[in-house]
């Protein structure tokens, strides 16, 4: 049997062995992922994003564990796009969704990339789809950190939930990272410390003035919100989602079935109004650009001679050239043919 028909009949090793091929081997994915995309779309894609610590996985463990008694079946994935996982972090990782581990509804995987050229958004899809294919209902990423690389993952969630704690610095953290603009769902969790309602003050703030600055942009442009920019609204055309803030403790599981319950609304949300479809498509040009990225640097790093590169180097260190001419008269040298119906 195919590796693709094992993981659709439900092999658990077969699904490992092919995200371990996606992980660690993108050339020769690249067939199985094809074939495995013409199995895909069914899945429900959450990204779960926030910083460090927040209590992500703990909030993760509870909410999967409610969505279980729903009969939900889920794939989780767990990113880091900054560094290596350590044996640690994966075990860490572990213990926090012990309650999860034996449960056949269940599948969790951690995974690693590192440095890469689009590596990361394009294994964690490729992952994703995986998943997806896989016949798992809802497919859950979470992502460490708030950096560029968590939201261009959670960019391409469906539903996107940001974890922050009661404190304001951390907010402030993740307003500037740009990481509330993709916020479907904001989680305070760890709403048994103190000051939670000015964290959520704070962020209400903040999502006000960005809707503000969103409307008062498209009026002046004349066009459609973009809905991964707007804070507040959301959806095609001028419908609108309300970016609801859920308070927490994962811990105790305080709040987690009212975030389920968002999380249902926001899915009936953006398929009732075809949101879905944008979304899908905003995917699915990420996937094609970063795969695009990666085989053009590969190609033009084949093309480039290490000779020719070494006696660049030595030709800068001399001042004779420098390092932003050499890049142009390089790619200048590289022959693309241009692509696209002529008119
Ligand atoms: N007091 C309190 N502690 C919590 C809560 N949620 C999680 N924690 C604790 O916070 C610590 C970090 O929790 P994790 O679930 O690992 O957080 P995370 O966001 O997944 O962490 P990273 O993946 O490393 O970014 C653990 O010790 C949890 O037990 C909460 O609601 N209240
Ligand atoms: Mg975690």
Same mark, same amino acid.
């Given at each position: 049997m195919s590796l693709i028909k094992q993981i659709i009949s439900g092999d658990r090793r077969a699904l490992a062995q092919a995200l371990t091929l996606v992980e660690n081997d993108y050339q020769n994915s690249q067939n199985m992922l094809a074939e495995v995309y013409t199995h895909t779309g069914h899945a429900h894609i959450i990204g779960v994003t926030g910083?460090? /610590?927040?209590?992500k996985s703990t909030l993760l463990n509870a909410l999967v564990k409610l969505m279980r008694k729903c009969e939900d079946t889920l794939g989780l994935l767990a990113v880091d796009p900054s560094s290596q996982f350590s044996k640690g972090a994966i075990l860490g990782d572990r213990i926090r969704m012990r309650? $999860?581990? /034996?449960? @056949?509804g269940v599948f969790i995987r951690s995974m690693a990339t590192r440095g890469? $050229? /689009?590596g990361l958004s394009s294994s964690t899809a490729g992952a994703v789809d995986v998943l997806d294919a896989a016949g798992f209902d809802r497919v859950i990423v979470e992502t460490v950190g708030v950096g560029q690389a968590e939201v261009d993952i959670a960019s391409n969630a469906h539903t996107s939930i940001v974890v922050l704690c009661p404190g304001v610095g951390d907010s402030v953290q993740a307003a500037k990272s740009g990481i509330l603009e993709i916020a479907d769902i904001i989680v305070v969790n760890k709403?048994?410390?103190? @000051?939670v309602n000015v964290t959520k003050s704070y962020l209400r703030e903040m999502l006000d003035i960005g809707s503000a600055v969103q409307v008062g942009l498209s009026e002046t442009q004349n066009m459609t919100c973009d809905p991964h920019l707007v804070h507040g609204t959301s959806g095609a055309g001028n419908n609108s989602w309300q970016v609801p803030i859920i308070t927490t403790v994962a811990t105790s599981g305080e709040g987690v079935s009212e975030l389920f319950d968002h999380l249902l609304a926001h899915y009936d949300h953006i398929t009732s109004t075809g949101e879905i479809t944008v979304r899908r498509q905003n995917r699915l040009r990420a996937i094609f650009e970063s795969r695009l990225r990666k085989q053009l640097y590969t190609k033009f790093s084949q093309m480039l001679s290490e000779d020719y590169f070494l006696r660049q180097l030595e030709l800068m260190m001399v001042r004779e050239t420098d390092p932003y001419t050499a890049a142009t008269e390089c790619m200048n040298n590289f022959e693309i043919n241009y692509i696209g119906d002529e008119d």
């Open positions: 910083i460090p /610590g927040a209590g309650d $999860l581990l /034996g449960d @056949k890469e $050229l /689009g709403s048994d410390y103190p @000051k």
